[in-house]
């Protein structure tokens, strides 16, 4: 493929009502391996949150592409990233998911290096004969070209030529801070995560943590349990929001440069929220158009290209890393405010189990379907995937009173009835996709 080809796996002409892509998008290993260049390699990924880290010598592991990561805090109290990959034969030094450790030492040979990821100890080195010149190079970790931090939100990038990470997220970071600010000493997951693989593409995900119009085809079953659960039987506890109200709730779409996105609608009954109890709080501390974007609205923050912040049913944060062209690997955390009374974190832990998760009412049905789409890529015939029209004739330019309200400027935006279902909040993942991509092939670097 080169440059000038992406636009036959993107067609994004909206102005002229048309955004389509192509499934070779999904499943040419070819196109996979481009991804992992021009756009794993070159953007910002998210890696951990600082709370996971929160203590000197405290790490973490990420991934980012395929990249093994180890995220540090160091004895001076800094966040550093590095490759997590031994310098003496390239075993993976870190294996672990997170803790705490003065020092790192690899498996395979014994070497050893500390938070700074400074090569503290090369086993046995003095009865190595080792000539000057192995004593000339550097044995350290590589560090991560950029590490930053946003609002307790630790992101990284292995290339060195990115925008700064607040201007990478532009204005979602009012929706990341919606999100981070719901405790006043911040935020934490819940001891634990869920990881489960699929066997589809990464961007299978991405379309549908962002897709309303899917849920009353693809959730029969938990609208028949919520069915049973008005009647009072069933796990009554989770507390879940009554889908049937929710068709006439406002609602939108704001997609953002660089590829991210959000979908949100009213909350039908905020009162169903753990943080509910904690309105005032949060009213006083972020004042109230925030705290009303907190408590009172359902929001699905995408940061591309793989994380994801659903709050809907529950609160959870997710990254899937893509492994093959139809393979994806998801880690699932339950976000929860720091310090959360014990009622309060368990009315959310009920939440966070119902709906999410393999062992959820709602996660089996989703992975079945990437599944399946991921087959019905394979027929030839199909041309190109239909799915991104909905709600394409209510796109304005980002500015309405909502925008204005917030003080956002979004690319594009729609807004309307939930029942529109619009598919509008993909645009912007694709675009970002379709710009980086021919960006690499063209040979030219990812942000200019
Ligand atoms: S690969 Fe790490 S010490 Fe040999
Ligand atoms: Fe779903």
Known sequence: MDAKHVNSYVDDRPSEGVFRVHPAAYSDPELFELEMK????????????????????????????????????????????????CRHKGATVCRMEQGNARYHVCPYHGWAYDANGKNVDIKDRRAGQYAAAFDAENHDLLPLPKVAVYNGLIFGCLSPDVPPLDEFLGDIKFFLDCVMDQGPNGMEFVPGR????????????????LDPYHLTSTHTSFIEVQNRRRRGAGNVEARQFDWEKRAATRGGVFGFSNGHSLVWNDHPQPENRPIYP????????????????????LRQTTIFPNMQIPEAISQLLRTFQPVAVDRTMMRVYCLAPIG???DLRAWRLRQFEDFFNPTGIATPDDVATYEECQRGFQAKELGWLQGYARGIAAIDGGEN????????????????????????????????????????LAGRKAYE
Request: proline share 4%.
């Open 38 to 85: 021009f756009i794993f390699e070159r953007t910002w990924s998210f890696l951990a949150i600082e709370s996971q880290i929160a203590k000197p010598n405290d790490f973490v592991t990420a991934t980012i592409g395929r990249t093994p990561v180890l995220v540090t805090r160091t004895p001076g109290n800094a966040i550093r990233a590095f490759v997590n990959a």
């Open 194 to 209: 869920v990881i489960y693989n699929y066997r589809g593409n990464w961007k299978l995900q991405l379309d549908n943590g």
């Open 278 to 297: 904690s309105n005032e709080e949060i009213r006083q501390r972020v004042g109230d158009t925030r705290a009303s974007w907190i408590l009172s609205k």
């Open 340 to 342: 959360e009374r014990p």
């Open 401 to 440: 009173e909502v925008t204005r309200e917030i003080g956002i400027r979004p690319n594009e935006s729609v807004i309307g009835k939930f029942e529109m279902q619009s598919e509008v909040g993909f645009h912007s993942c694709h675009r970002e996709w379709a710009r980086l991509m021919e960006a690499g």
